[in-house]
Nanobody, 124 residues
Framework: QLQPVESGGGLVQPGGSLRISCAASGSTLDDHTVGWFRQAPGKEREGVSWISSTGYSRGYADSVKGRFTICRDNTKSTVYLQMNNLKPEDTAHYYC?????????????????WGQGNQVTVSS
């Protein structure tokens, strides 16, 4: 059973950068679409960025375009989310999720495998 595992969250000042990673236990991410989602208190879970199994197709939420970059290294079976120019509104619990099927939109209901998530806090 595939189990995504996130790492790299933490506290960062506004304007700062952070990179979070998603690896897997139990299986490999290499043949899965991987998505990053986030959920802030009192808000719905939203898709942040997603990448196809080959890495050729990627998507971003409008709120993070130009600031976040998703990439993957299938030799390490790891997906990364580089987050630059972070804003307080980026504060949330960030989840990695995986699915066998690619979709150009990030619908949480489409993803079968979920990590426990990591907290990202942007604050001075």
């Amino acid at each position: 059973q595939l189990q995504p595992v996130e790492s790299g969250g933490g506290l960062v000042q506004p304007g700062g950068s952070l990179r979070i990673s998603c690896a897997a236990s139990g299986s490999t991410l290499d043949d899965h679409t991987v998505g990053w989602f986030r959920q802030a208190p009192g808000k719905e879970r939203e898709g942040v960025s997603w990448i196809s199994s080959t890495g050729y197709s990627r998507g971003y939420a409008d709120s993070v375009k130009g600031r976040f970059t998703i990439c993957r290294d299938n030799t390490k079976s790891t997906v990364y989310l580089q987050m630059n120019n972070l804003k307080p509104e980026d504060t949330a619990h960030y989840y990695c999720a995986a699915d066998k099927i690619w979709s150009p939109i990030a619908d949480p209901l489409e993803y079968d495998y979920w990590g426990q998530g990591n907290q990202v806090t942007v604050s001075s």
